[in-house]
Structures are given as C-alpha cells and as structure tokens.
T-cell receptor, first 112, second 112 residues
Framework: EAGVVQSPRYKIIEKKQPVAFWCNPI?????LYWYLQNLGQGPELLIR????????DSQLPKDRFSAERLKGVDSTLKIQPAELGDSAVYLC??????????FGPGTRLTVL | GESVGLHLPTLSVQEGDNSIINCAYS??????FIWYKQESGKGPQFIID?????DKRQGQRVTVLLNKTVKHLSLQIAATQPGDSAVYFC???????????FGTGTRLKVLA
C-alpha cells in the first residue's frame, strides 16, 4: 500500500512569490492534515480536513495561506505571498478509521 | 539552520545498550499516544502507540510505558542499533477529537 505522497520534496523561492504544495493521502483515508515543522521542533497543525470539509483551520494564517481538498482526496496548500519566516518543512498526514495518523515525507521550503 | 536542531534534548547511547526516551504530556483528557521516529530529511514514521486504558505495550524491540498519574510516556528501545539514530517525538490525542499535539522531540545518537 502506498503511503502519503507529497510533492515537490524541495522548493526554493524568493520572498513575495507564491508557492503550492500537493498531498495525496493513503487510499481510503478521509482525514487529512497539513502541518508546519520548524527545524528542531515538533509538527504544528495548520489545517485538518474530514473529507472535503476543513474542520480545524484555527492555526492557518489565512492572510497568506490557503488550502483546498475539493474532492475529498488529494489536497493543495498554498502560500501567497511567501515570507522569509515561512521557510520550514510542510508535512501532510492522513488518518483512516483508526486513531493512527501517517505522515508523508514533507516538502522543504526555502524562502530567499 | 542546524544549530536550532542542536538545542533538542539529546540522548547518547552505546550500540547494543537499551535506550529510554521520555515525554511529559499535558492533557489529562488525552486518550491515545503515538511515538514517531524522524530521520533527517524524512517525515515522522509511526513506531508504536498506546491507549490510555493501558500502561504498557510492546512491539519489536520497542516498549511504550504510560503513567497517567504523572502524565508521563516513555519509549524503550532494546539493543539500540545505529539505524535507531533519529529524532523521536511523542504525540497525544485528546479524547473526542482527532487533533494531535506533539512534544519537543529527543535526538537519539547511537555510539559505535
């Protein structure tokens, strides 16, 4: 069974540019999470989807971040415009009908 | 950059010895706990989990202990190997939600 897939794995952009990250969860997993991870720290939740509904987006900086999961399967996280402080690893995770969430490899973003 | 990661608590053990990684959790209403292993450049990898109605669970070379009285979780790795070198995170899930809170992380270094 394929795990959580994320792309790209690495992205380098200049500040003020837009960037998008894509995630495909484990097949059949209805719950999808986007996390931000700064170096040396644990993941911090940005947004959680149950199917296509965003049920927890309280930590998402909505002035520049947006996310969508239109068909309840794959998801896109966007930043526009990116700032220097957005440099981090963006992790996607999914959960099926158990309590366990599984992570993808992450996208490492560097904003110059 | 890497200097931030060096501020992680670090546990150094000799190859072949047992390792014990500790985690204090915050919410007495948490009902499910997961230990993740994260190698450099990769996403967190599920190791073992435990529910709040248990105090011990064993896997292959790993054991998780839960002490709800003092809100403490530990991960024991038997016969530590070089491949165990990574950062280890605990995560707690609050009862009635599918939101996970991650601990700070501990870097495990295995000495040859």
């Amino acid at each position: 069974e394929a795990g959580v897939v994320q792309s790209p794995r690495y992205k380098i952009i200049e500040k003020k540019q837009p960037v998008a990250f894509w995630c495909n969860p484990i097949s059949g997993h209805n719950t999808l999470y986007w996390y931000l991870q700064n170096l040396g720290q644990g993941p911090e939740l940005l947004i959680r989807y149950e199917n296509e509904e965003a049920v927890d987006d309280s930590q998402l900086p909505k002035d520049r971040f947006s996310a969508e999961r239109l068909k309840g399967v794959d998801s896109t996280l966007k930043i526009q415009p990116a700032e220097l402080g957005d440099s981090a690893v963006y992790l996607c995770a999914s959960r099926g009908n158990t309590d366990t969430q599984y992570f993808g490899p992450g996208t490492r973003l560097t904003v110059l | 950059g890497e200097s931030v990661g060096l501020h992680l608590p670090t546990l150094s053990v000799q190859e072949g010895d047992n390792s014990i990684i500790n985690c204090a959790y915050s919410n007495s209403a948490s009902d499910y706990f997961i230990w993740y292993k994260q190698e450099s450049g990769k996403g967190p990898q599920f190791i073992i989990d435990i529910r709040s109605n248990m105090d011990k669970r064993q896997g292959q070379r790993v054991t998780v202990l839960l002490n709800k009285t003092v809100k403490h979780l530990s991960l024991q790795i038997a016969a530590t190997q070089p491949g165990d070198s990574a950062v280890y995170f605990c995560a707690e899930k609050t009862s009635g939600t599918y939101k996970y809170i991650f601990g700070t992380g501990t870097r495990l270094k295995v000495l040859a």
